[in-house]
């Protein structure tokens, strides 16, 4: 999702930061405090003027301009800190792409650190986000529910804290399954449901067994790195029951 550049506060606030923050804010305050009203005024603070504290309840009827839109309003610290993604976990990405002769789709590319790496590892490289915020070769606007390219044409699909962004999972995973020949990279946070979070965050996945029960057909293991889910999905897997 788009990130703009870092500032002091971004530096403050990095992946390790935030994972302890919301670890203690999901499993060490009561849901009647967490659950109220200044948390909606925190959230809006953390997020920028512009920024909804109701998006998880508007998210869903919003057209796709307004959707993005409404990315595109986000300021404060949550814009920007640095990437999502960690060094263990882009480290875990590269170890786990392939051959050289593949061909990315990095889907939600942020400030561009993930697709600076693979491109100087020689991959070729396509994003695909919102809005154009990195500064990738190739670049094409899109969503995970509506990826603008053809059948199968991408070896790897890459997508690092962007899958609990969108609106339906269902569409999502079809259309991964629809564009990936191989395989599919997912990096996502372990996250408890509340309606006031700090992000823009749609969906919530409690274990690797719960993300991974998403996926239509193929076969997906993975691991936990630093406190966020990490899954392979082999979309030329053998039917998933």
Excluded at 22 to 44: G, H, T, Y
Excluded at 146 to 159: E, F, G, R, T
Excluded at 205 to 211: A, I, N, P, V
Aim: aromatic letters at 10%.
């Amino acid at each position: 999702m788009r990130v703009h550049p870092p500032s002091l506060t971004g530096r403050i606030f990095h992946r390790g930061t935030t994972n302890t923050i919301r670890r203690v804010l999901d499993n060490w305050i009561p849901p009647v405090i967490r659950e109220c009203s200044f948390f909606a005024w925190a959230v809006k603070r953390w997020l920028g003027p512009s920024a909804m504290a109701d998006f998880k309840s508007r998210a869903f009827g919003m057209s796709d301009e307004e959707f993005s839109a409404a990315y595109a309003a986000i300021r404060g610290a949550y814009a920007t800190r640095p990437a999502d993604t960690t060094g263990a976990q882009a480290d875990w990405i590269m170890a786990n792409i392939g051959w050289p002769e593949v061909q990315i789709l990095e889907i939600g590319p942020g400030n561009g650190a993930m697709t600076r790496r693979l491109e100087s590892a020689g991959y070729d490289v396509t994003t695909l986000d919102l809005h154009r915020g990195s500064a990738a070769v190739k670049y094409v606007q899109g969503s995970v529910e509506k990826i603008p390219l053809p059948d199968k044409s991408a070896d790897v699909i890459v997508l690092s804290h962007v899958i609990e962004h969108v609106r339906s999972l269902t569409r999502a995973f079809l259309e991964l399954e629809r564009v990936a020949r191989n395989r599919v990279i997912i990096v996502t946070p372990k996250q408890r449901h509340y309606r006031w979070t700090f992000d823009y965050h749609l969906h919530f996945f409690y274990s690797l067994d719960h993300l991974t029960s998403h996926i239509p057909r193929g076969s997906a293991n993975g691991l936990e790195i630093d406190g966020d889910l990490c899954m392979i999905w082999d979309v030329r897997g053998k039917a998933s029951d």
